[in-house]
């Protein structure tokens, strides 16, 4: 489990192809790895790797050919720089939102705007995950936890301040770029309880589905 709050950008020093499997050696910059052992997880772009080589500056990490599907690894090349956070302790101060490391999709990035000194992206989510993107909810771009500033149809906005776009790579982010998108916990999981495994007419939550879950009155 991760905050979504980076602790370091690092870089991917290599990247071998085993099949439809990858290897990663990553290099982990300003990392704290004095507490790292085999099998820890870090997050690395947003996606929960595990830890199978300890180096002095950096891990080595398997990403599975699933992985490799739903996020961007399928397509960076060796000196991509990643967001880096290892997982949480018991004592971690929660400043993001809860976070799983299970990248849900890709979304793209269709424009991008200085609004004073913050940077404003709107991004297009999958039709897919859009429905679990609110406004004011929580979000995770490639690791990091945002808050969602507004949402039209499949596409979010979202106010990058100037300090998180210099603790991370989305300062980089550029119109066409795809990025690693976690949607909030909270929501799919409310869905799913709330659907117990019924089928609407409309696919989704009704305003009829609310009332007998007891949400509306």
Known sequence: ???GIIEAVGHLRRIDRKGDDIRLTVASGKLDLSDVRLGDSIATNGVCLTVVECLADGYVADVSAETVK???FG?????????LEKAVTPTTRL?????SGHVDGRAVVVSRSQLGKAIEFWLEAPAELARYI???GSITIDGVSLTVNEVDGSRFRLTIVPH???ETTLIDLAVGDKVNLEVDQIARYLERLMLRG??????????DLLARSGFMR
């Open 198 to 207: 019924e089928e609407t007419a409309s696919g989704g939550v009704t305003l």
């Open 75 to 83: 397509e960076y090349r060796p000196g991509q720089a990643v967001n």
């Open 134 to 136: 609110a406004h004011k």
């Open 1 to 3: 489990m991760f905050t």
């Open 164 to 166: 998180t776009a210099g």
């Open 95 to 99: 400043g993001g939102h809860l976070v």
């Open 70 to 72: 739903l996020t961007g």
